[in-house]
């Protein structure tokens, strides 16, 4: 079956870091540009940040900029997502998904998740004292 599994959620402290990480199961995840995403209950969801499949294109949601970094080792089928400096507001289920476009690259409208081919369930991140 062809998947992404996130991984890393927890809770933390406002001001902590957690780093999630993405997988891929049953296909190389580094053909494709992977999304993270975010859903707080009660609220849209979000795109956090995305990069693309040769890592020189990334971008990232004003509101995690700075703070956040998307980074990807090809050679382990991993796609990470550094978070430090966290807010009660960056609480939510964190999903993270693969798409396959051309050209290459990681668009800040490609934070709207609407090209993506493949979608994990999803970690949870709780940010609170």
């Known amino acids: 079956q062809l998947q992404v599994v996130e991984s890393g959620g927890g809770l933390v402290q406002p001001g902590g870091s957690l780093r999630l990480s993405c997988a891929a199961s049953?296909?190389?995840?580094?053909?494709?540009?992977v999304g993270w995403f975010r859903q707080a209950p009660g609220k849209e969801r979000e795109g956090v940040s995305c990069?693309?499949?040769?890592?020189?294109?990334?971008n990232y949601a004003d509101s995690v900029k700075v703070r956040f970094t998307i980074s990807r080792d090809n050679a382990k089928n991993i796609v990470y997502l550094q978070m430090n400096s966290l807010k009660p507001e960056d609480t939510g289920l964190y999903f993270c998904?693969?798409?396959?476009?051309?050209?290459?690259?990681?668009?800040?409208?490609?934070?709207?998740?609407?090209?993506?081919?493949?979608w994990g369930k999803g970690t949870q991140v709780t940010v609170s004292s």
């Open positions: 998904a693969a798409g396959l476009w051309a050209p290459d690259s990681c668009l800040i409208r490609n934070l709207e998740g609407n090209e993506y081919d493949y």
């Open positions: 049953g296909f190389t995840l580094d053909h494709y540009a």
């Open positions: 990069i693309s499949t040769s890592k020189t294109s990334t």
